[in-house]
Each structure stands twice: as structure tokens, then as C-alpha cells.
């Protein structure tokens, strides 16, 4: 008879009876309700023993031996029985009824009022309460929901079952299946396809119930235990018979609850891998953008290529404004937001007992930080250059035009000389022609050597633009090389006519020394002015006060000769008057014209006005320079006020965001508080950045590129705040996640603030992280007996990345690793096994009958092809799916 048992498992400590259960020997049976009983019972013990090929017609006649009755124990309890005796007599039945009653109780019954003799002489009562009796312990004694009594247990499962149901409200065991719609309910919940519930009406209840009975007994394989008119016409129909009945639905339908359940653990899984694969997606596409532009921006930093003209560096200058102000804070948030993701993403991944994010390669948080470093380094090298070439660019114009200034004097100077020292006039000239021309010549010779300065002055000129990387560096140094070449020329030239002119110097008179005085003094004035009014003209670029002030000496030194040079000048002047007077005196006619220079005394008179002229507006230009610079020193002071009071501040703010994230104060959620208000109020503090953005930007523009009275530049600043707003940020997501493993550990906030005590206790830096052998001994402290070997595998567990140090998170994550509950690759894979009905593969209408419609689909599109002999065409590996999911090796 074993080939018949099942495995239907026991609880022997469970007492499965109370005592409105138990059976009253003096109560007498309604004549309707034994009825009912005697038709339930029976059929109800004819479905198990029809597993063994046998069956009984009366139960009060064919259990009295007590063959039949183990016989239906064996195979309800899947257990042997000891062997029966053989024999027929009266003490060989008792003994037989004896033996089924002593392992009812051997499974913790409690058996009231009822004994062999009286099952053996076919009492009806006691035979129908022996057989609920064995139906309450093992046909509805395990059916609890929700850790109620069986009875309770079975009820509540039909009122879930039914709710949705029109015209069912299932109470008890008795009035409230009349109707027969409670039991179609129960059948069309599980198989639709076998009852129209719609067609169904109230007021047909011996139809209903018939309906229920026939299809219960030809598709459920529920046989039928019950008589419709019966039920129906039975003011209260047999509670005993309807829960037995009832509980045969829930066996037949316990597979299925088996399946729902299993549904729904598969469907959570799949929920969170979808999650997870979600914000690993978008985890790469935000890194892949931001790595995209940090690789696009590098290169345009990196492009030192000089513009010629001072209007397009400075246009650059604006460019890399624009970039710093517009283009780069959103990347900045970018990038904080990438690492807070990546933290949060492996933070779910371990709660939910995954295996940690790799991301693709090149697109590590430490690739993104590698490439942030490089951008930041090129755009500090990058301001630097811009300035510099601003700088040189300004030099250069300054330069350019002081070269081109001299050259033009220089060359105004020279025109026509060549031709006049070529000249042979002292050929065909009188005595007093040639000493006029002797005369003139010295003079000339006097004046060329007073111009040797201005010609060195235009060398050295074109040699630093040559050296400062002038564009127009070929156009200087030809024009600089004719001037050169014209000057050796003219010294050849001058030597020459001196030569020619000393070779008939005997031949002539001593001419006028008066005019000669004249011309001698006339040309180191007249030189004089020139420089003068050149110094006058000169343009020039002063970068503070002191430089300024410094001119404005050097003018009032150069004021302060005028008086002595106005006496030269009316000296000068004089030999000409003694000349005109001489003439007078001796009637000697003049020509008008000195024969020993060019000078005229107009000449003298005319610069000399000249010089006076522009003497005040030089005084103008200075004072316009110093109230520039006096302006400039303003927006130094301004600038500087401000950073000495916001670099400071953001100072102040790391450090106190240091210490919320360090120390303990309150809960995790009044640390988050204290946090989103230290942010918001750094949020509100952005208006002062940007006004010294606007001060700095006001200083570049008027080209101050130092400030004396403040260590913080602009850069400082900026890197600064950044810094501040990651730091918030970053801090916020560690508390986040803080609240986010405590809430799925089921950590208490005690404990909590029991592992930020212990944890601050070894943070010696207070830095929020802890070293090596602060770890170990923070262990120790905690009653952790460590070994070498056992220390090195909790390290790689706190710290997989190598890093050196230990963080707080890490921390409660180790502390709460061993307690967590969370589902395994195991438990998903017995999931999956019961929707495929204990095969080793599933198909894709199970997947998509048992499964909501995204996720069967999710599971279809990743699950790979059954490749055993045993399966169908299109059938699919969920076992490896199972563990894939946790990361480990196919099973």
C-alpha cells in the first residue's frame, strides 16, 4: 500500500482541536445534518482510498474491522500503520480500531468520548465524529492565514477569494454557500475558463450549486460530496460537511497559490534588476555626455594660438568668461550628480544582494575625476596664457607706435640729406661761400651726432618688438634696416664732404663768428626742443599710483629746466640780434638766411611755443592717468573686501558640513535637516559670488591683474565654492544612504547612533573616514576576535577599491551585513520553478500567463534557450537567468 501515500507533512505539537470542536457522545445528531455528514465523510474518505483500489458503500459497517480505516490513514498520512491482525473476531477488530485510534493520537488529537467497541458495533454518531475528526487534522488542520486557527484560516481564504464577487459574502460554513455562488466564485477565481460567472443568477440555487458540484467533480478531480435540494432546503446546512467539502477546493487550488506567490517574488526581483539596469543606463549615458564634453573642451583650452590684434585676445578673454559663468556650473552639478547616483546605485545593488556596478571602461567615478583634473589644470594654464598675451599685445601696440613715431621723425630728418652732402657747390663758390659751407657743415656734423641717439633708440625699439613676437615683425625690421643702412650712408657721405670741403679750408677767410655761434648754439637747442616736444608727445602705460606719480615727478623735473632753457633760448636769440645790429652799424646787407644752418630764428621762436603749448596738456594726460588709477584702486579695494569675507566663509562651511557629518546630533533625518538648511543657505549665499564675478570681471576690463590687498584671486574663489557645493551635496547622499540601509536593515536609530559613536571614537583625523588600524581596533573594541587572514577578508569587504581607508558607510554596512534578509539567486530560482510546474525549463506562455506583461516580456527578452533534451522547441533557461541576476556562474 505505500506506493499510495503522499507527502503530506506534519505538525505533531499543534492541537488543531478547541474544544467547541470536540464531539458530545450525549448530543444528538440532526437527522439532516447526519445525513449530509454521512454523504460528505464518505465520499471525502472514498477520494483517498480509491489511491489504494478499494472504497466503502456504508462507514459505519465497512470501518468496524478496522482494515479499511488504517488502510485510509496510511494513505492519507503517507506513514505505515503497525500490521493489522488477521483474524475476525470481535478482539481482532477492537484491536485493529485500536491501532488507527492510537496513531490519531499519536499525531497530538485529542480524542473525546470515542472508542474502538463502539466504532467496532457501528455506532453512527461515534463513526461520523472519528471521521471529522481525522478530516479536521488532516485535511484542514494546516490551513492558516495570516497565523489564524484552521477554521478561521479556511474562512478567511474563502472571503479573499470571493470578495470581488457579486452576491457573495461568505460568513460561516452554513447559509452562507446556499446559494451555490460562493462555491462558483471560488471555482471561476482560479479557472475562468471552466464557469461563466455572469450567467449565473441568484435565485437559481440548486442550478448554482449542481453547476459547481459537475464541474468541480469532471475538471478538479473534487468528487461530488454533497446533494444540492439538501443543502437548499436545510434551514442550516452541516457546518462539518461544508468545511469538508470547502477544504478540498483549497487543496486543489493550493498550487496555484503556490505559483501566485512564487509570481509575485520573481516580479519584485525583476522590478529591482529593471531599477537597477535603469539607473545603470542612465549612469553611463550622463558619464558618456560629460567625459564627451570635458574631451571637446580640453582641446580648446589647450589651443595657445595667438591673435595679432589686442581686440581678439581680449575677445577670448570674454570667450573663456562665458565658460566660466555659463557653460561650466551646469557640468559641475553634472558631475556631483553622477557621483550621488553611482553611490546610490551601489548602495541598492548591495541591499539588494547584487553584485556591485561596473561601469564600461573609461567610465569609472575615479575616469571622470581623472579627466575633471586635467580640464581644471588647462583652464588655470589657460586664464594665465590669455593674460600674459593681453599683456605683451599691449606692450606691442605701445611699441609699435612709439617705433613708428621715431621712425617718421627720424626720416622727416633725414630727407634730402643724402642729395645735399652729395652736392659739389664749393666747386663754383666764393671764398665766403666756401667757409659759409664749411661753416654749414660743422654743423650738420654736430646735428647728425645729436640724431645717433634717436636712430639707437629706433634699433633697440625693433629689436624687443622682434623679441616679443611682433606679427608685423618683417615690416619693423626692413623699415629698420633702410634707416640703418641710410645712416652708415650718411656718415660716409658726411666724412667725405668734410674731407673735400678741409682740402680748400686754406683757401677761405675766417667767416662771421656771430653766425657761426649762432649756428652752433641754435642746433643743440633746436635738438633740444625736438626731444622735448617728443618727451612731451610720448605716449606711455602705467599700471598703478606709484608709476603714475612717477611720471608726474619726471614732468615736473622736466618743468623745472624751462627757465634755464629759456635763457639759452633768448641767448641764442641775441646772436642774432647782435647780427642785425652789426649789419646796422657797419651797413653790412643781409641776405635773411644764416649761411651756417637752417635754423631761422622763427624756427626757435615757433617750437619754443610749441613746447609751452604742450606742456599743460602733458600736465592733462597725467592727471587723467592718475584719477584711472585712482579708479583701478577702488575696484581693487572693492574686490578685495569681498574676498576677504567670502573665502573665509566657504572655509567656515566646510568645516561645519565636516562636523554634521561627523558627529553625532539626533537622528539620521534631523542630520539631513540640518544638512538641506546649511545648502540652502549656501544656495542664498550664490548672490555674493556672482556680484564678485561682476567686480573681477569690471577689473579685467580695466586691465588690473594684480590686487595687494587680498591673498584670494577669482580662481581661488571659484574653486572654492565649487568645492562647497560638492561637498554638500556628496554629504547629503552619504545621509541619504544612511537612512536608505538603516531602513532596509531595520536598524533602530539607537543603533545607529551607537555605530556613529563607536565609529567617531577611532576617527582620529575627524575626517569621516578611518584608517586601517583604527578599523581593527575599533573591531577589537567591539568584541571581534581578528585574525590576519579574517581581517584581510573584511577589508576587501569595506573596502573593495583599495583605497586605505575605511568610511562610515562601509562601516554600517559590514556591522549589518550578517542580519540582512534579502532574496537570493536560490530562492528566485524556486520562484521559477514552481510556475514551470518542477521542470528544469519554462516556456513563454507560462511566463506570460503567470508574469504582469513587462516583466514576462523582460524575462523573455534576457533568458537564454534550453538547451536539455528534455524540453520543448522556444523553451527557456530560467536557471541561469536565476543567477545571472546575482551575478554568479551559471549552476
Not at 471561476?188 to 450549486?209: E, F
Not at 632753457?565 to 633768448?570: G, I, Y
Request: aromatic letters at 8%.
Amino acid at each position: 500500500r505505500s506506493q499510495y501515500t503522499t507527502s503530506y507533512m506534519m505538525n505533531e505539537e499543534h492541537q488543531y482541536m478547541t474544544p467547541e470542536d470536540e464531539w458530545d457522545r450525549d448530543l444528538l445528531l440532526d437527522p439532516a445534518w447526519e445525513k449530509q455528514q454521512r454523504k460528505t465523510f464518505t465520499a471525502w474518505c472514498n477520494s483517498h482510498l480509491r489511491k489504494a483500489g478499494t472504497q466503502i458503500e456504508n462507514i459505519e459497517d465497512d470501518f468496524r474491522n478496522g482494515l479499511k480505516l488504517m488502510l485510509l490513514l496510511e494513505v492519507i498520512s503517507g506513514e505505515r500503520l503497525p500490521k493489522p491482525d488477521k483474524g475476525k473476531m470481535r478482539f481482532h477488530k477492537i484491536a485493529n480500531v485500536n491501532k488507527a485510534l492510537d496513531f490519531i493520537c499519536s499525531k497530538g488529537v485529542k480524542l473525546v468520548s470515542i472508542g474502538a467497541e463502539e466504532i467496532v458495533d457501528g455506532n453512527t454518531k461515534m463513526t461520523l465524529g472519528m471521521i471529522w475528526t481525522i478530516i479536521l487534522r488532516f485535511a484542514i488542520q494546516d490551513i492558516s492565514v495570516e497565523e489564524t486557527s484552521a477554521k478561521e484560516g479556511l474562512l478567511l481564504w474563502c472571503q479573499r477569494k470571493t470578495a470581488p464577487y457579486r452576491n457573495v459574502n461568505v460568513q460561516n460554513f452554513h447559509i452562507s454557500w446556499k446559494d451555490g455562488l460562493a462555491l462558483c466564485a471560488l471555482i471561476h477565481r482560479h479557472r475562468p475558463d471552466l464557469i461563466d460567472y455572469s450567467k449565473l443568477k441568484k435565485d437559481d440555487p440548486i442550478g448554482n450549486l449542481n453547476t459547481a458540484f459537475e464541474v468541480a467533480e469532471k475538471y478538479l478531480d473534487i468528487p461530488k460530496m454533497l446533494d444540492a435540494e439538501d443543502i437548499v432546503n436545510t434551514p442550516k446546512p452541516d457546518e462539518k460537511a461544508i468545511m469538508t467539502y470547502v477544504s478540498c477546493f483549497y487543496h486543489a487550488f493550493a498550487g496555484a497559490e503556490q505559483a501566485e506567490t512564487a509570481a509575485n517574488r520573481i516580479c519584485k526581483v525583476l522590478a529591482v534588476n529593471q531599477e537597477n539596469e535603469k539607473l545603470m543606463e542612465e549612469y553611463e549615458k550622463l558619464a558618456s555626455e560629460l567625459l564627451e564634453w570635458i574631451r571637446k573642451t580640453i582641446p580648446w583650452l589647450e589651443n595657445r594660438t595667438a591673435e595679432h590684434h589686442m581686440r581678439a585676445m581680449q575677445q577670448k578673454l570674454e570667450d573663456f568668461r562665458d565658460y566660466r559663468r555659463v557653460h561650466k556650473p551646469p557640468r559641475v552639478q553634472e558631475k556631483c550628480q553622477l557621483e550621488i547616483n553611482f553611490n546610490t546605485l551601489q548602495t541598492k545593488l548591495r541591499l539588494s544582494n547584487r553584485p556591485a556596478f561596473m561601469p564600461s571602461e573609461g567610465k569609472m567615478v575615479s575616469d571622470i575625476a581623472n579627466a575633471w583634473k586635467g580640464l581644471e589644470q588647462v583652464e588655470k594654464g589657460y586664464e594665465e596664457w590669455l593674460l600674459t598675451e593681453i599683456r605683451r599685445l599691449e606692450r606691442l601696440d605701445h611699441l609699435a607706435e612709439k617705433f613708428k613715431q621715431k621712425c617718421s621723425l627720424h626720416q622727416s630728418w633725414t630727407s634730402g640729406k643724402e642729395e645735399l652732402l652729395s652736392m659739389k657747390d664749393y666747386e663754383s663758390a666764393s671764398l665766403m661761400e666756401i667757409r659759409a659751407l664749411m661753416r654749414k657743415h660743422e654743423a650738420f656734423e654736430s646735428d647728425l651726432a645729436a640724431h645717433q641717439d634717436r636712430v639707437e633708440q629706433i634699433a633697440a625699439i625693433a629689436q624687443e618688438l622682434n623679441e616679443l613676437d611682433y606679427h608685423d615683425a618683417s615690416s619693423v625690421n626692413t623699415r629698420c634696416q633702410g634707416i640703418c643702412d641710410q645712416w652708415d650712408n650718411l656718415g660716409t657721405l658726411t666724412q667725405k664732404r668734410r674731407d673735400s670741403l678741409e682740402r680748400v679750408e686754406k683757401l677761405w677767410e675766417t667767416i662771421d663768428q656771430l653766425y657761426l655761434e649762432f649756428a652752433k648754439r641754435a642746433a643743440p637747442f633746436n635738438n633740444w626742443m625736438d626731444g622735448a616736444m617728443e618727451d612731451l608727445q610720448d605716449m606711455f602705460i602705467v599700471h598703478s599710483t606709484e608709476e603714475i606719480h612717477s611720471l608726474i615727478t619726471a614732468h615736473d623735473q622736466f618743468k623745472a629746466t624751462l627757465p634755464e632753457a629759456d635763457k639759452e633760448r633768448m641767448a641764442t636769440m641775441g646772436i642774432q640780434s647782435e647780427i642785425v645790429k652789426i649789419a646796422q652799424t657797419y651797413g653790412i646787407k643781409l641776405s635773411g638766411v644764416n649761411p651756417y644752418t637752417n635754423l631761422s630764428p622763427q624756427d626757435i621762436t615757433n617750437k619754443w611755443e610749441t613746447v609751452k603749448h604742450l606742456v599743460p596738456l602733458r600736465d592733462q594726460m597725467l592727471q587723467e592717468e592718475v584719477a584711472r588709477q585712482q579708479a583701478n584702486e577702488r575696484l581693487r579695494r572693492q574686490f578685495a573686501a569681498q574676498a576677504n569675507i567670502i573665502g573665509p566663509w566657504i572655509q567656515t562651511k566646510m568645516e561645519e558640513i565636516g562636523h554634521v557629518s561627523v558627529d553625532i546630533a539626533g537622528s539620521l533625518e534631523e542630520q539631513m535637516n540640518s544638512l538641506k538648511q546649511y545648502e540652502q543657505n549656501i544656495i542664498n549665499y550664490k548672490c555674493n559670488i556672482d556680484k564678485l564675478e561682476g567686480d573681477h570681471q569690471l577689473s579685467q576690463e580695466s586691465l588690473i591683474f594684480d590686487n595687494k590687498h587680498t591673498n584670494y584671486t577669482m580662481e581661488h574663489i571659484r574653486v572654492g565654492w565649487e568645492q562647497l557645493l560638492t561637498t554638500i551635496a556628496r554629504t547629503i547622499n552619504e545621509v541619504e544612504n544612511q537612512i536608505l540601509t538603516r531602513d532596509a536593515k531595520g536598524i533602530s536609530q539607537e543603533q545607529l547612533n551607537e555605530f556613529r559613536a563607536s565609529f567617531n571614537h577611532f576617527d582620529r583625523k575627524r575626517n569621516g573616514m578611518m584608517d586601517p588600524d583604527d578599523f581593527r581596533a575599533c573591531l577589537i573594541s567591539m568584541g571581534y576576535d581578528l585574525g590576519e587572514v579574517e581581517f584581510a577578508r573584511i577589508m576587501t569587504l569595506v573596502d573593495s577599491n583599495n583605497t586605505g581607508v575605511v568610511t562610515f558607510q562601509a562601516f554600517i554596512d559590514f556591522m549589518t551585513r550578517e542580519t540582512a534578509e534579502t532574496d537570493t539567486a536560490d530562492q528566485v530560482m524556486a520562484s521559477f520553478k514552481i510556475l514551470a510546474s518542477d521542470k528544469s525549463y519554462i516556456t513563454v506562455d507560462e511566463l506570460r500567463r503567470e508574469l504582469p506583461p513587462e516583466q514576462a516580456e523582460y524575462c523573455i527578452s534576457r533568458m537564454t534557450r534550453y538547451i536539455g533534451a528534455d524540453g520543448p522547441a522556444g523553451a527557456l533557461d530560467y536557471i541561469s537567468f536565476s543567477s545571472a541576476l546575482y551575478g554568479e556562474s551559471d549552476l
